[in-house]
């Protein structure tokens, strides 16, 4: 296990984080540029909806699962 925990994105929390939040803003991003957030089981809810009424949001992936989809090799 790596020694860097990755600590969920919300303020002021330091808990462990489990989801990763994939979003996008169309006005400073191109459409397939992905920024993460990352959250704990607490403010996956939180964090998710902040992004989504601006329509920022993508994605909401378990952690596990986006590191094992997000290899290195992968094209951009
Ligand atoms: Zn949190």
Redesign the pocket.
Known sequence: MSDETPI?S?KG?R?EAVWVLAWNNPKIHTPERRKTWL??E??REHLSQFLGVRGFLKDVVLLKEWESQDSPSRDS
Do not use: F, P, Q, W
Request: net charge negative; with cysteine; aromatic share 0%.
């Open positions: 969920c919300a929390c808990a959250a704990c607490e403010h």
